[in-house]
């Protein structure tokens, strides 16, 4: 169409034609046109009206129009006249300020003075794994990954060596093993690169003597300040220290189980009564203590004056969580693999919830997941559990959850929990959503317009054009989880068009994460995966929005792109 000379090739003006009737946007012609006066620009106040009508933001309207016409419009003309193009126009929507995620939620938006308890924390299992548990490679890149990618509680376990140096492996598998000194290295070098928070270092330690007071040495010799070298619990029995506070911090958690360190007999301390075992029902123990006699030689070693300074971790449940109440230490660790978890959710929701608001608690995947798969984070986060720990190596909806809500708060890995998680008397319960105090329920109204240059599908033939579908998911308190998805577009990932609007209810906004996924229709097989996007509920922006695609693995994918129009309305409860 463009090749109006028939040359068989594109020359000056012919080439713009290309360009324009490639990156025309009827769809957003439509909204322009609804706004303009005269259909080919928008003068201030026009802007401003869609600005305040549609996109629903707040004070200071026209000072904002005027920094995004500054910002966008290509025109030089239209900038001195404050005027916004169609081009103009759509590089706003396209932009940071125009996309569906909230841009002030990106940044360290959130208070980060208050006790570590009261935040979610971003967490990875078995960090040092790159592939599954039972032969998979381990490697200090997989620390680096997850670094990078914001997690702040990190897992090491560590194992008696050749040549007396410890090593990091999965214990008692045909994972490969990679030294201890290399794993604290990398710590050193990029534990706070992405984020200047603390980062958590779980200790799985099943070394002797010898090499466990090497373990000592390596992390006192190579972390120096930036070890934590004092007990968290100098705040008093009741109060954990804050990120704000231990910036720039290391922080070691081991198990506590039989410890000297805490008998002023000598003689090991007995665990709580009716306390768990953590290998109960598990094919592997999450945390080992060190044994009677490693514990005897390590007295006065390096590793003795380090064991002092470890935030200790013990299993839960106790008989209750009143008996854990009676034996309140905050500055320990709860540690429990996810089939407890989701037993005390079903049965002491409250309870728990109570429990998290003064303790931290982590979550690890169970020991039959050898091919790294994950667990639904959300049920977990719905509780309070602070360090919900994944197989970051393995990406799906798990991760993409993880993602989503840790994309807040400038990545830095500390998202603050809602007020009613941070309460010790609260009478929240995620399966009764009135129990929040609060507004809402709220409509979610989202009308999926577009796509826009859609991937195909790694594996699919050079000839193969996809067959795009857009499904929404809501992931939060039981009430709220959901799913819709539009009708599938024949043959074209370019600029498919649904027009499609898709209705949820949501009780508990604060906890709830918005899911979108475009899949390649297969009839006759599963859909394949084309991108998808995730954020919380409460990081969403009203109005015409762009929904920027990600991979399986979490990063960009440019410029594929979902437009969308998002509603929000707050419903009155059902008496």
């Not at 439509?30 to 259909?39: L, R």
């Not at 390596?218 to 930036?226: D, V």
């Not at 709220?480 to 209705?503: A, H, I, K």
Request: charged share 25%; glycine share 8%.
């Amino acid at each position: 169409m463009a090749d109006r000379s028939e040359s068989g090739t594109l020359e000056g003006e012919e080439f713009v034609l290309f360009y324009k009737a490639l990156t025309q946007r009827d769809d957003v012609l439509d909204v322009f046109q609804v706004f303009s006066q005269d259909g080919k620009k928008l003068t201030l106040l026009e802007f401003v009206d869609f600005l305040q009508q549609e996109q629903l933001e707040g004070e200071n309207t026209q000072e904002f129009a005027m920094e995004l016409i500054a910002r966008y419009e290509p025109s030089e003309t239209a900038r001195a006249r404050h005027m916004l193009s169609v081009d103009g126009f759509l590089l706003y929507l396209l932009s940071p300020e125009g996309a569906i995620f909230n841009p002030a939620h990106g940044t360290l938006c959130q208070d980060m003075t208050q006790p570590l308890c009261h935040y979610f924390i971003s967490s990875s299992h078995n960090t040092y794994l790159l592939e599954d548990q039972l032969r998979g490679q381990s490697s200090v890149e997989g620390y680096i990954r997850a670094l990078k990618r914001g997690c702040r509680c990190l897992e090491v376990d560590c194992w008696d060596g050749p040549s007396g140096e410890p090593v990091v492996y999965h214990g008692h598998t045909f994972t490969s093993k990679i030294p201890f000194k290399d794993v604290v290295t990398t710590l050193g070098q990029y534990a706070f690169q992405a984020s200047d928070y603390p980062v958590i270092l779980s200790l799985e330690n099943h070394c002797g003597p010898e090499q466990q007071d090497l373990l000592a040495q390596h992390l006192k010799g190579i972390l120096g300040e930036r070890l934590l070298m004092a007990p968290l619990d100098g705040h008093g029995p009741t109060q954990l220290p804050s990120p704000q506070e231990l910036r720039g911090r290391i922080i070691l958690k081991g198990k506590r189980a039989e410890s000297l360190a805490h008998s002023p007999s000598g003689q090991p301390d007995k665990a709580p009564e009716g306390e768990a075992s953590e290998d109960d029902d598990e094919p592997e123990a999450e945390e080992d203590s060190l044994s009677q006699e490693a514990k005897g030689k390590a007295k006065k070693s390096q590793a003795k004056e380090l064991s002092d300074c470890i935030i200790y971790c013990h299993s839960v449940p106790f008989r209750s969580f009143q008996q854990a109440l009676a034996h309140r230490r905050p500055y320990e660790t709860a540690s429990l693999p996810e089939a407890k978890a989701r037993k005390l959710i079903k049965e002491a929701g409250n309870e728990f919830v109570r429990h998290n608001a003064w303790q931290l608690t982590r979550i690890y995947p169970s020991g039959l997941r050898t091919d790294s798969s994950n667990y639904d984070p959300q049920e977990m986060w719905n509780v309070g559990c602070q360090l919900v720990a994944l197989n970051v190596q393995t990406g799906g909806a798990e991760m993409d959850l993880c993602d989503g809500l840790f994309q807040q708060n400038a990545r830095c890995g500390y998202v603050l929990k809602p007020a009613f998680l941070r309460d010790a008397g609260t009478a929240f319960d995620p399966d009764n959503p009135r129990s929040r105090a609060g507004g809402g329920p709220w409509s979610l109204a989202i009308q999926v317009i577009s796509g826009q240059q859609l991937p195909k599908v790694a594996s699919s033939k050079a000839s193969a054009i996809v067959d795009p579908l857009v499904r929404v998911e809501i992931h939060g308190v039981p009430a709220d989880q959901g799913r819709q998805e539009t009708q599938y577009v024949d043959n074209n990932g370019f600029n498919p068009s649904w027009g499609e609007t898709l209705q949820f209810k949501v009780h508990v906004p604060e906890l709830a994460l918005v899911r979108f996924v475009v899949e390649d229709y297969d009839k006759t097989s599963r859909n394949d995966f084309v991108g998808q996007f995730t954020l919380p509920f409460a990081s969403i922006k009203s109005g015409y929005r762009h929904v920027h695609l990600l991979s399986k693995d979490g990063t960009a994918i440019p410029p594929s792109s979902l437009f969308v129009h998002i509603q929000i309305t707050e419903l009155p409860y059902p008496e």
